[in-house]
């Protein structure tokens, strides 16, 4: 499932030390929100009301803003001394303005910066200070649910009984909220505990009437009343035309809760501005099979004005996860290639030839390394993934002993298919979901790319060569080539798309809470 829009985020926003414009008295601030809408254009968001007189005002009105992890959404805060009443502000004096991406406000929680009349312009000691937050309730209902001495319907057997569980919408229709797995040929079932978010189980309204249908036995409205425990409750299952049949009719069979409670139910944006690092790591094919790059057919060319599809792969996902990142230091490595100074293959060498150390500063930093090993090494063989995923697994596996959802790994492999060491890379990637960790696959080139089809589990879900599934889907495969003509955030927007749940999944596994969790709501 992609998670498209993550969420909605409120921003609080105060500044201090405001330019004073006005004569004989202090500034009027208000403070405009504009988000970049492509080619150096901005489109308002939301402003706050004017502060009269103040140079340090502290903002009541909210800003309001749709979040999406897998895109760079960069934002721009405009101060402006509002002296009319008119809305457009072109009129007014600017008192200062403030760059960034809504990926760095949220990773930081909160963050305080210098205003700027212009680059590098300070408007006088004037900062902005903006805090993220998420509008949610991010309560679940968690239920299990049993039933004992249900009718049989079945002719020549017992019944299949399931659950389904309704909540009432506004014009009095009942939408259906959850239902239960299938249980055969038993009378008395107990089915598994299951977990709705409290808004889609009741719209957040714990008075909401909800209907809970057997099949076509149903039981008539039961209030969810969240304050108090349910568990332990009964109640009769009717079949409305047995009822009007019979006089002595008294159930269809009885309901039982076994459980229930109301739950915090942590959204991927919990955990990030609760402290969760995304750590990133690039592993890039060098095999043989990409062609020379001296050759203008290879995959590894470097184009007249220095790109090929590696790095523009690199870029646009990079460019998205280094906001989740404080140190912005990223391991990077090759595999495939004959390396000096000896030129023995190797699968798992830092791109900057150094072991101890293979961390390159920022995306900006993977890019160069980059351009100054491939002219050092020899494209060979074969295409083993299983070294490189191995070693961001060892990594993990270090964070998954900390008692804390403190560290997430995101492994972005680019290659052009021509994979080697397919069950070992399965096992890799089966010992992988248990830890916090996801792969990202690009495929660059014209291959038919079958075996990272196979790999990423779409399709059934993926299994070591002695049969052990995975314990959660960690692989996103995307080809390149189906972006080759789509806009430059589109290759990012799909690839970085099931990131936050894969996070939230492994967390929810681990029954572990954000390092810093909100507060809960009231």
């Avoid at 017992?158 to 249980?183: A, C, M, N, Y």
């Avoid at 889609?200 to 909800?210: R, V």
């Avoid at 490595?333 to 072991?355: I, K």
Wanted: hydrophobic share 35%.
């Amino acid at each position: 499932m992609a998670a498209h829009c993550v969420s909605k985020v409120e921003l609080s926003i105060s500044c201090s030390n405001l330019l004073d414009k006005d004569v004989g008295s202090k500034s009027d601030p208000l403070c405009v929100l504009l988000q970049s809408v492509g080619d150096d254009k901005w489109s308002e968001v939301e402003r706050t009301e004017r502060v009269k007189n103040c140079q340090d005002p502290e903002f009541s009105t909210k800003l309001h803003i749709d979040y999406h992890f897998e895109k760079v959404q960069k934002l721009k805060f405009g101060v402006y001394d509002i002296d009319n009443k008119s809305v457009d502000l072109k009129d007014d004096d600017f008192l200062g303005g403030f760059e960034c991406t809504l990926g760095q406000i949220v990773s930081s929680r909160k963050i305080t910066r210098p205003l700027q009349l212009k680059a590098a312009k300070p408007a006088g000691k004037g900062t902005i200070t903006i805090t993220a937050e998420e509008v949610k309730d991010n309560r679940a209902v968690v239920m299990e649910v049993e039933a004992k001495n249900l009718d049989k319907k079945d002719m020549f057997g017992k019944s299949d009984p399931f659950l389904e569980f309704f909540k009432q919408e506004e014009d009095g229709k009942w939408q259906l909220v959850h239902r239960t797995e299938v249980i055969k040929n038993n009378l008395n079932p107990s089915w598994k505990k299951f977990m709705v978010s409290l808004h889609t189980f009741c719209s957040g309204d714990l008075n909401k009437p909800i209907k809970v249908s057997k099949g076509f036995y149903v039981q008539s409205d039961v209030n969810f009343d969240g304050s108090n425990d349910l568990t332990g409750v009964e109640f009769d299952c009717i079949h409305p035309e047995k009822q009007k049949k019979k006089k002595s009719y008294k159930n269809s069979g009885v309901i039982r809760i076994k459980y229930c409670k109301l739950e915090a139910q942590y959204s991927f944006l919990d955990y990030v501005m609760g402290g969760c690092q995304i750590n990133f790591t690039v592993g890039i094919d060098f095999t043989g099979s990409n062609g020379d790059p001296r050759s203008p057919d290879s995959l590894h060319y470097l184009s007249p004005n220095g790109v090929n599809q590696y790095l523009s792969a690199i870029w646009s996902v990079g460019q998205v996860v280094q906001d989740y990142d404080t140190d912005k230091l990223f391991p990077a490595f090759g595999f495939g290639a004959q390396v000096p100074p000896n030129f023995q293959v190797s699968h798992e060498f830092p791109l900057n030839f150094n072991p101890n150390s293979p961390y390159c500063q920022g995306v900006q930093g993977i890019v160069d390394a980059y351009r100054m090993v491939l002219p050092q090494i020899r494209l060979y063989g074969p295409t083993n993934f299983s070294p490189i995923i191995n070693h961001v697994t060892r990594i993990a596996s270090g964070a998954a002993q900390q008692p804390n959802a403190a560290q997430y790994f995101v492994l972005l492999i680019i290659t052009d298919g021509e994979i080697t060491d397919l069950d070992q890379t399965r096992q890799a990637i089966v010992n992988g979901s248990k830890l916090p960790m996801s792969i990202i696959i690009v495929g660059v080139g014209e291959a038919d790319f079958k075996a990272m089809e196979f790999l990423d589990g779409d399709n059934g879900v993926l299994k070591s060569v002695t049969g052990e599934p995975v314990a959660r889907d960690i692989v996103q495969f995307v080809p390149f080539k189906q972006f080759a003509s789509a806009p430059k955030e589109a290759l990012a927007q799909s690839v970085l798309a099931e990131v936050p749940n894969q996070l939230v999944s492994y967390f929810k596994m681990r029954n572990m809470a954000p390092v810093n969790p909100p507060s809960p709501v009231k």
